[in-house]
């Protein structure tokens, strides 16, 4: 097992440096430089210093050496200093708001697989009764819906019209008078919708795929021998069939990841959450180069991390592969 | 075949065929849009702003500005319309030409091809979009090339695989051993095959596309105001969320309806392109 997650780790290497240099390109390809930012605003700004800035941002050199600085300064962690007025690092920017976007991202990924797998098997045991067409529509609305549309809609409906919930930030202004407990509620009441509504369009996505999963698993040879033997048909379908269809999940959340991280761009600024997605999209509007570069980097490497994640847990998960990787 | 199959299947295709009836109306409401929109959907009128649904003519109400939300719901299907249709035109052109690059040629270009593919899939899409139209300004153009540029990967996967599959049939076979040239095998013989997933996979598209656009258009960073598009106007909706609930209904249920009839008639077209589609949920 050790070796096949080395194996997997030392091949993220040659993924890394291929993000670095889209996300590089993708940077360059602007029409002049991003230092013009700094200096198109500031009427004072002489020929000299567009020079001397150039010089400090190496744009003065060729493409192929500002990329290696760019990479050299990458690897440790340096992604450069915001434009914005507090000038601070990157780095600290990013990493400060890393964790309210992975704590929400694992916890729309808990709800989706708490709710699609029992969703998704129930369809396929009754697949054409009342149930599985009801769930199916619904399924598909999640599909089509879109999220920022479902958010407004929840922000009006439990935020303006029931008053149930806040509509938006991550806590409440009385927050730091609060008692342990208070506060954890008051977080959850912040976060319960922007949670629940950003797992709908992922656990649309896997009840469905389940659901057709199992309906052919259901079908096949181990499951007939198995209520042949006299196994009840609980056991054959938990049991048996469940297993096998779960398999598959594991790859199924690694590939929502990028599509959770993106859609916590949406999420994050309706809602007001400081997380990583509201620091892209102001630096987006903003044309703050060094953090959106940041971001990119982030997000992409967030991806391949739920990729790495998602290979070793089918190797733990799936027999055949787990065989092969332990030997 | 067994009654309540029968009547799952006919089930399966009446949601296709509404899809694809929608589908249709759509396209005739945004064509026929200087006859349908009532009001100009650039008229301002402040006196009228923010007016409840049945008010002096506007069955659904005004924006913040005094237009008709009706109105500019009939223009803005124009814009979801053109960007689905240029975006995924765009992507499917892209994929089509790698895949079949990829799939033909194998070997090392195959190789450099689809690790390429797998590193663009690696970027959360949105973060890919919304950084190059940082840089970019923000235009309909932009939009749909930029929407087109980083969604061509699944087509391209999808045509190697056919590509792969096809190649190894013995039509193919005898094309070959016939003298036919490469370009002939890839024309007559292995595109007109890879067309039917490229199609279901090209519907699907229009409908992420139309979400991606609104999405942007949502955030600011899709096409700029005063054009009307469901997206911005869902902006409009959400800054009047405790007054004009109207603002945020309607858009959203154009976006709602729109998506769900593509990705309903895409999974009609899947349906059918399967010849093993009797034995698949066919719901």
């Not at chain 1, 602007?30 to 941002?57: F, K, M, V, W």
């Not at chain 1, 971001?295 to 739920?306: D, E, I, K, Q, S």
């Not at chain 2, 849009?33 to 659904?60: C, M, S, W």
Request: glycine share 10%; hydrophobic share 50%.
């Amino acid at each position: 097992m050790l070796k096949y997650s080395l194996k997997r780790i030392i091949l993220m290497v040659p993924a890394l440096l291929g993000i670095t240099l889209i996300s590089f390109l993708v940077m360059r390809l602007a029409p002049g430089d991003p230092t013009d930012q700094i200096t198109n605003l500031n009427p004072e700004a002489s020929q000299q210093a567009r020079i001397r800035l150039r010089e400090i941002y190496g744009l003065d050199k060729p493409l192929h050496i500002q990329y290696w600085n760019w990479l050299k300064n990458l690897a440790q962690l340096d992604f450069g200093r915001s434009f914005s007025p507090d000038r601070r690092l990157v780095k600290d920017k990013i990493f400060e708001r890393l964790p309210i976007t992975l704590a929400l991202n694992v916890a729309s990924m808990a709800i989706i697989l708490a709710i699609s797998i029992p969703l998704g098997l129930w369809a396929a045991t009754r697949a054409g009764g009342v149930f599985d067409r009801v769930s199916t529509v619904l399924v598909f609305i999640c599909f089509a819906a879109p999220s920022f549309w479902l958010a407004l809609l929840g922000m009006w409906l439990f935020g303006v019209h029931l008053g149930w919930l806040p509509t938006s930030g991550l806590t409440s202004l009385r927050f730091g008078t609060l008692g342990f407990w208070d506060k954890a509620l008051d977080l959850g009441r912040h976060l319960i919708m922007p949670t629940i509504i950003s797992s709908l369009g992922g656990l649309a996505g896997l009840s469905r795929y389940l659901r057709s999963n199992t309906i052919d698993i259901i079908r096949q040879d181990f499951l007939t021998t198995a209520r042949a033997k006299g196994l009840s048909e609980r056991v054959v379908l938990w049991k048996h069939a469940l297993r096998n269809a779960l398999i598959p999940v594991v790859t199924i959340l690694g590939l929502s990841v990028p599509g959770l991280i993106g859609g916590s761009v949406i999420m994050e600024s309706i809602y007001a959450i400081p997380g990583l997605g509201q620091l892209f999209y102001a630096a987006v509007m903003s044309r703050d180069y060094p953090v959106v570069m940041g971001g990119l980097v982030m997000g992409a490497v967030l991806t391949l991390l739920g990729n790495l994640l998602a290979d070793l847990g089918y190797a733990l998960v799936d027999p055949r592969v787990r065989d092969a990787a332990f030997k | 075949m067994s009654p309540k199959k029968a009547f799952k299947r006919i089930l399966a295709n009446r949601l296709a065929f509404a899809g694809g009836l929608v589908v249709l109306a759509m396209f005739m409401v945004s064509w026929l849009a200087p006859v349908l929109a009532t009001h100009d959907p650039e008229a301002v009128a402040i006196k009228e702003r923010l007016k409840p649904p049945g008010y002096n003519q506007h069955l659904l109400g005004t924006d913040s500005l005094g237009r008709d939300v009706l109105s500019r719901l009939i223009w803005g299907s124009r814009i979801s319309l053109k960007v689905g249709f240029v975006a995924v035109g765009l992507a499917t052109l892209i994929g089509l030409i790698l895949g079949a690059i990829a799939g033909y040629r194998g070997g090392l270009v195959d190789g450099l091809i689809m690790r390429f593919c797998d590193l663009m899939l690696c970027f959360p899409s949105m973060f890919l979009i919304l950084a190059v139209i940082a840089i970019l300004d923000p235009s309909i153009w932009n939009v749909m090339i930029v929407i087109g540029l980083t969604s061509w990967m699944g087509v391209a996967r999808l045509v190697r695989a056919e590509f792969l599959s096809l190649m190894t049939r013995d039509f193919v076979l005898a094309a070959r051993a016939q003298g036919a040239s490469a370009a002939r095998i890839v024309w007559r013989h292995l595109l007109p095959n890879a067309m039917g997933p490229v199609l279901v996979s090209a519907t699907l598209g229009v409908a992420g596309a139309i979400l991606t656009e609104s999405s942007l258009s949502f955030l600011g960073l899709g096409v700029q105001p005063p054009t009307p598009t469901w997206g911005s106007m869902l902006t409009d909706g959400k800054d009047h969320l405790t007054r004009a609930w109207w603002l945020s209904l309607y858009p959203g249920l154009a976006i709602l309806a729109t998506v769900l009839s593509y990705n309903l008639l895409g999974e009609g077209l899947r349906e059918a392109f399967n010849p093993h589609s009797s034995n698949r949920d066919n719901s």
